[in-house]
């Protein structure tokens, strides 16, 4: 059965960077596209871009430029999501969500908590 | 950017209403709209794709029309596993989300 395993909890210091990781399974991993969601303690989602697990290219969505990078292993099936000099309103769930067709998200993760705090 | 506008943006309701929640995009997206669930604490499901297919494993109870611009999701008989907040999204440009509606017991 399909599905994508996240890494654990990260707390982290203003300025720190951040890696999660989206471990695949039960799939052809470069099959799918993935994306990356957000949500803010107590908010809505906010669609953060996608990976072409094929190509290895990203599209970022406005406001999650500069800062964000996805990225690939396929040899383990995982993508990842880093966030660099991380400030304190970077602190949210991250969700990444298997993409079969253009954005639609058929599977996801089971988020990761990323905490921003001195 | 095309924004997706949903409402209302809470509604009371009880066991064995019919319910809907609209969504309307500030431009048309065809038929390029998914209706996601998620209940505090997990990550969201897909209910509806293409604005009216069912997933696999959802009950027939959901159900999805529209297309341009203006969408709606049904939930013909609420049970009470669906209370939660539903989320629509775009997927014709970006994958822009809805702010949500959160669906609660009266």
């Known amino acids: 059965q399909v599905q994508l395993v996240q890494s654990g909890s990260e707390l982290k210091k203003p300025g720190a960077s951040v890696k999660v990781s989206c471990k695949a399974s039960?799939?052809?991993?470069?099959?799918?596209?993935m994306n990356w969601v957000r949500q803010a303690p107590g908010q809505g989602l906010e669609w953060m871009g996608w990976i072409s697990t094929n190509t290895g290219n990203p599209t970022y969505a406005q406001g999650f430029t500069g800062r964000f990078v996805f990225s690939l292993d396929t040899s383990v099936s995982t993508a990842y999501l880093q966030i660099s000099s991380l400030k304190a309103e970077d602190t949210a769930v991250y969700y990444c969500a298997r993409d079969p067709n253009s954005r639609l998200l058929d599977y996801w993760g089971q988020g990761t908590l990323v905490t921003v705090s001195s | 950017d095309i924004q997706m506008t949903q409402s209302p943006s809470s509604l009371s309701a009880s066991v064995g209403d019919r319910v809907t929640i609209t969504c309307r995009a500030s431009q048309s997206v065809s038929s390029y709209l998914n209706w996601y669930q998620q209940k505090p604490g997990k990550a969201p499901k897909l209910l509806i794709y293409a604005a009216s297919s069912l997933q696999s494993g959802v009950p027939s109870r959901f159900s999805g029309s529209g297309s341009g611009t203006d969408f709606t999701l049904t939930i013909s008989s609420l049970q009470p596993e669906d209370f939660a907040t539903y989320y629509c999204?775009?997927?014709?440009?970006?994958?822009?989300f809805g702010q949500g509606t959160k669906l609660e017991i009266k």
């Open positions: 039960g799939y052809t991993f470069t099959t799918y596209a």
């Open positions: 999204q775009q997927s014709y440009s970006t994958g822009a």
